[in-house]
């Protein structure tokens, strides 16, 4: 039986924060945007620091968007970002996917960004999200898949991140694979009309070669998930530190490039 709940592999070290503080509603729920309208109220599930949440605030100028997390601390972060926007339609508080604090058809949209997974039950979480949303509203979830995450140049030592953050991930009780399940998930939940799609982010250029080798060299070896891949048993230190190296060398390469897909669902509700 699934667990409701999971460890969170990633953790909130300030190299996995580099990563989420770059996403926006632009390059992560573009998918979700053009559905938007200016008086909705949306529920961010997952809003860690708080950037896609902010920038949702500000295309529905005349509604409501709530933020929520399982970790309090992070929404410090959110609630700063929202601060600096002079944000005044927006909200933040801690939240469990699976027993959310809010009556039924409290929202027009619910959306939640690389959360399905990190959690134990994901089928129950949507069902959760769905009895949330009004009828006629949508719950919009978009979520990576790692095994279909791609590079180039072949360096070894990132086929051995990947084996290994699968084995970590899983070990934790989540699904790093998600982004393939995300439709067949939504209609165990109960959801008839879904629209599935794929995007995928994508680093090339020497800057971004930079930035996502650097974060996840530092992530490998300082993070929550470097610990958890060395109490787990999956990984001694001086493995982690190989592939940290790793992610270096291929940050190095001028012909890199690297692409992580995603598999997004629009439910109606």
């Known amino acids: 039986m699934p667990k409701d709940t999971a460890v969170y592999t990633h953790g909130h070290h300030e190299s996995v924060l580099r990563s989420h503080t770059w996403r926006t509603a632009a390059n992560s729920a573009a998918y979700l945007t053009g559905h938007l309208r200016p008086h909705m109220r949306i529920l961010d599930i997952g809003c860690g620091p708080g950037t896609i949440t902010a ?22 972060r959110a609630r700063a970002v ?28 619910v959306h939640a960004h690389q959360v399905l997974q990190h959690v134990g039950d994901p089928v129950g979480a949507l069902r959760e999200m769905r009895r949330v949303c009004a009828p006629g509203g949508i719950v919009a979830v978009r979520d990576s898949d790692y095994a279909t995450m791609t590079w180039y140049p072949s360096v070894p030592g990132l086929d ?17 694979d998600a982004g393939r399940r995300l439709r067949s998930w939504a209609l165990e939940a109960g959801f008839t009309d879904i629209t599935s799609t794929a995007t995928a982010w994508a680093y090339a250029t020497e800057e971004e070669r930079a930035w996502w080798s ?56």
């Open 82 to 109: 929202a601060d600096e926007r002079g944000l005044t339609n927006i909200s933040f508080a801690v939240a469990d996917v699976h027993a959310l604090d809010h009556p039924d058809d409290s929202f027009c949209v």
């Open 55 to 76: 920038d949702l605030a500000e295309l529905v100028p005349q509604g409501q968007v709530t933020g929520v997390d399982a970790e309090g601390a992070i929404l410090e």
């Open 214 to 269: 650097g974060l996840w060299a530092e992530r490998t070896v300082a993070s929550s998930y470097a610990r958890l891949a060395v109490d787990g048993g999956h990984a001694t230190e001086e493995e982690l530190r190989s592939i940290a190296e790793a992610w270096r060398t291929w940050g190095e390469a001028p012909d890199g490039w690297f692409a992580v897909l995603h598999g997004e669902i629009l439910c109606r509700v």
């Open 160 to 176: 051995g991140w990947l084996d290994l953050y699968r084995r970590v991930a899983r070990a934790n009780g989540g699904e790093p």
